[in-house]
């Protein structure tokens, strides 16, 4: 009775997700169709010159809506989200915009009613900014409804003192993700320790189909730092059984999405795994990316740069620039460039604060570090003082996105793992810079960084980005 009560709740929910995000791509074609018809009226009356007549674009139409129909299915996004960054939409929307627009251009090639130039243009900008102020919009409403506890998911997580306890902070503790952790798997002393006055916390000799059957639970997540097999295949069949969605977390899957690659010996499959991106054209688009926006930034900013320079002299009259060796790609030491934050004899001063380190492992961060200056404070609150580093970028010793680079005391310091985040160009900004900061130990953050390097693309340093704006704009700097 109780399976088939399972049953029918996930039919009903799964139901209405789909009737949700059918509605919302059907709401989006029509509002791209909307968005080109407001174009063409708009050239028409307001520039003479260029001759369109508006009533001759009826084929026009029938192509935005194919188009736009299928690109939003292929990109996901008539899907109700709950987690989410909107780096992460405006990605995904500009590169639909993008593709879509193409698309369309070159299927009115073959029609007798040609899309023009200039119309196309400020048709994909316009589309750009009303989808994803639509969806923006439309995500808002259901993160404040998550929030009051509507549309929520009650979940299931299963962990060890090995998982990932950032992600199981998040679960907990951001209410419009839209998930109520209902309870945690655990015989971790850790956990029961961090969690037991948020959640209930089970053993583990509990059953998970005995556990679900007298419960509601929407969704069991896996998130266990050791990986077992035939545990996890007695969870999935448990779930299944009464169609309850089961999910598995593990660092392992990033590194097989994104550095595997099936190869043959003979007749006999094997799974190759690569510490590096085979993408070497992407790698390439990626330096001459951070040469070209490196220069842009560095002219366009140069009156911000000349004010901050002015503002560090006058406070103290000690040098502008903070040079410090940092380790960079393999081992390499460079000079890198910030604005100088703090005193002039920060460095003499740190043998006594070492007490005070709120960081673990070989990094030393204080976060209200009694060295910083007025104005530097207000520089690393905005992320200011870092903007020398685009001048590292364009020596080619950094990269925009990319692991922070440690000091060479650091590095002597880590573990054999932890040495792989040298693989990679050390950037201006990465994961950890947008995901807390302080707040996360150094084991998590070192974690971060391998989850970049295992899962790097041009889409992700594209998101990091995004995000950085955010930060620097928020000021949630430290």
Not at 8 to 26: D, N, P, V, Y
Not at 226 to 251: D, H, M, P, Q, W
Not at 252 to 277: C, D, G, I, M, N
Not at 408 to 421: A, F, G, I, L, T
Request: charged share 20%; glycine share 4%.
């Amino acid at each position: 009775m109780i399976v088939r009560l399972h049953q029918k709740i996930f039919i009903m929910i799964k139901g209405r997700e789909q009737t949700l995000a059918r509605l919302s791509t059907l709401m989006q074609v029509a509002l791209s169709a909307a968005c080109y018809w407001l174009v063409a009226w708009a050239v028409i009356h307001f520039l003479r010159p260029v001759k369109i007549d508006i009533h001759d674009n009826n084929t026009i139409y029938l192509l935005i809506i194919a188009i736009w129909y299928t690109m939003l299915k292929e990109f996901n996004l008539g899907k109700m989200l709950r987690v989410k960054t909107y780096s992460e939409l405006f990605a995904d929307y500009f590169a639909m915009v993008v593709v879509s627009s193409g698309l369309l251009y070159l299927g009115s090639l073959f029609l007798t009613e040609k899309v023009q130039v200039l119309i196309l243009c400020l048709f994909a900008c316009l589309n750009m900014i009303m989808l994803f102020g639509f969806r923006i919009l439309i995500y808002r409403i259901f993160k404040i409804l998550r929030g009051k506890g509507y549309n929520t998911r009650n979940v299931l997580i299963v962990a060890d003192d090995e998982a990932y306890l950032h992600f199981i902070d998040r679960m907990i503790f951001i209410r419009d993700w839209g998930y109520n952790v209902w309870a945690i798997m655990s015989d971790g002393k850790h956990i029961k320790d961090k969690y037991s006055a948020h959640v209930r916390v089970l053993h583990e000799h509990f059953q998970l189909n005995e556990i679900i059957d007298a419960n509601v639970v929407d969704e069991v997540i896996y998130c266990k730092g050791k990986f077992n097999n035939e545990e996890v295949r007695a969870l999935i069949y448990a779930c299944s059984e009464v169609g309850v969605t089961f999910r598995v977390y593990s660092e392992l899957l990033s590194v097989v999405s994104k550095r595997s690659h099936v190869t043959y010996f003979k007749e006999l499959p094997f799974l190759t795994f690569a510490s590096h991106t085979k993408n070497y054209f992407a790698l390439k688009v990626k330096e001459l990316i951070d040469f070209v926006f490196s220069f842009a930034v560095v002219i366009l900013i140069s009156p911000v740069l000349a004010a901050i320079a002015i503002a560090i002299k006058i406070e103290d009259g000690g040098p502008i620039l903070f040079r410090q060796k940092r380790v960079g790609l393999n081992g390499r030491i460079f000079s890198c460039l910030k604005f100088r934050t703090m005193v002039v004899n920060a460095e003499a001063l740190r043998v006594r604060l070492e007490n005070l380190n709120e960081q673990s492992g070989p990094v030393f961060k204080i976060k209200n570090d009694p060295r910083i200056t007025k104005v530097g404070r207000l520089l690393r609150k905005t992320s200011l003082d870092e903007l020398p580093q685009f001048f590292n970028v364009l020596k080619g010793e950094m990269s925009v996105v990319g692991p922070r680079p440690p000091i060479p005391s650091e590095v002597v310091q880590y573990q054999r793992w932890q040495r792989r985040r040298l693989s990679m160009k050390p950037g201006i900004t990465c994961i950890w810079q947008v995901s807390g900061r302080n707040n996360i130990p150094f084991e998590e953050w070192m974690k971060l960084d391998m989850l970049y390097i295992d899962t790097w693309s041009l889409k992700l340093d594209f998101m990091l980005f995004l995000s950085t704006i955010k930060v620097m704009i928020t000021g949630e700097g430290q």
